[in-house]
């Protein structure tokens, strides 16, 4: 089906699970679609695109993509989980695919910029786990808590703390130092250094 498909925004949404059978070493996909229909021309298209992180990953972990119409704008959400190690990419263009291949191309960057230590992961890799979040919709213009995430704090080093944030495109990262097994918090400066944030008794 050709791209023309994507000129109205589709109210039909679907939730296709792929998931690597038994010998083929694939990551498990999940793609969802929210006020679009997720054909197999669409499906096959964000399953052959992730295919090419698969070489870093050996087939290890799981990924979500979300792919979004809000009017004119087409975007694509995808999120990897490697034992506990967390990649986001998220990019809007007004073509769907051209926005899949641009967030594609950004995780590739990110996964270069930190082969050896994702490289580490991989090899210890064990069964992943998503972090849990709730949203509200707003009811009015009064600033509130519209999202809650839940998600294990694995032990680590600051080091991989800022790998981790730099992965999810964040500011600032909440996480269990190895050290103390206290929560620290990493965060970058404006002057593109980076800060640590540690409790004291």
Request: with cysteine.
């Amino acid at each position: 089906m050709g791209r023309s498909c994507f000129a109205g925004v589709l109210s039909q949404k679907a939730n296709i699970i792929v998931k690597g059978t038994k010998g083929d070493e694939r990551m498990q996909i999940t793609v969802r679609g929210k006020n679009i229909e997720i054909t197999d021309a669409l499906r096959d298209y964000v399953l052959k695109k992730l295919k090419r992180l698969d070489r870093y990953f050996d087939g290890a972990g799981e990924g979500q993509a979300t792919l979004t119409v809000e009017k004119d704008r087409h975007r694509v959400e995808v999120t990897i989980n490697v034992n506990g190690l967390m990649l986001r990419g998220e990019e809007t263009s007004p073509d769907m695919y051209a926005s899949i291949d641009l967030v594609v191309d950004k995780l590739e960057k990110q996964v270069e910029r930190y082969r050896t230590k994702i490289s580490k992961r991989v090899r210890t890799a064990g069964p992943a786990t998503w972090p849990q979040e709730a949203r509200e919709e707003e009811s009015d213009d009064t600033p509130r808590v519209v999202r809650n995430k839940r998600f294990p704090m694995k032990p680590m080093m600051v080091d991989e703390a800022i790998m981790q944030m730099n992965l999810l495109g964040h500011d600032f990262f909440v996480f269990s130092s190895a050290e103390t097994e206290q929560v620290n918090v990493v965060y970058r400066r404006k002057d593109g250094n980076y800060g640590l944030i540690e409790p004291v008794n």
